[in-house]
């Protein structure tokens, strides 16, 4: 199947729109996640111990702050996208998921991956994710080692701090892991 430019355009733009997704939460740039969903953005993340579903765009911004904090630190890699576009306006896409995740709460460090499966839609010209969900790969946690230093830390810095969190806890339940 040969592309327009404008179907090669969108691609781009996708795979962009995605890589801004992984960057705005490692780093809780709120600005720029808030301008990455449609209003009515359904999410359903299943993870080893845990799901997370709720609506809503001004909810997922709410979760993201409440989860990529201060005392968190976060790595996100999104690789091997699988786009196809189903419409003029709609699309669908299939990421492979690496990912690290460190609380310095419970002293932990998550490593993972899973697979993403997303829905696109162009709302005034822009690409925005309308549905996203995962199914976890692997998911292995482990007690952080009391020689480790963190000698960087930017979610300290740019993350919500404990006394600006909100509860979350109505949009993730707990399971046995598997």
Do not use: C
Not at 22 to 45: H, N
Not at 62 to 84: D, Q
């Amino acid at each position: 199947m040969a592309y327009t430019l404008q179907q090669l355009s969108d691609l781009e733009d996708i795979r962009t729109l995605k890589h801004r997704y992984f960057r705005g939460i490692d780093t809780a740039d709120a600005d720029l996640l808030s301008g990455l969903f449609t209003d009515d953005l359904a999410v359903d993340y299943r993870g080893g111990n845990y799901r997370v579903s709720l609506t809503g765009r001004e909810n997922m911004l709410e979760f993201l702050a409440n989860s990529f904090h201060s005392e968190a630190v976060a790595m996100h890699h999104g690789h091997m996208p699988e786009i196809t576009l189903t419409g003029e306006d709609t699309a669908t896409g299939i990421w492979y998921l690496e990912d690290i995740f460190i609380n310095l709460m419970n002293q932990t460090h998550t490593i993972g991956s899973a697979i993403y499966k997303d829905e696109y839609r162009r709302e005034n010209g822009q690409w925005k994710i309308a549905r996203t969900e995962y199914d976890r790969i692997f998911e292995l946690i482990t007690p952080i080692a009391d020689s480790a230093e963190l000698t960087s830390h930017h979610l300290a810095k740019f993350g919500r701090k404990p006394e600006e969190r909100t509860d979350i806890s109505a949009m993730i339940s707990w399971t046995e892991a598997a």
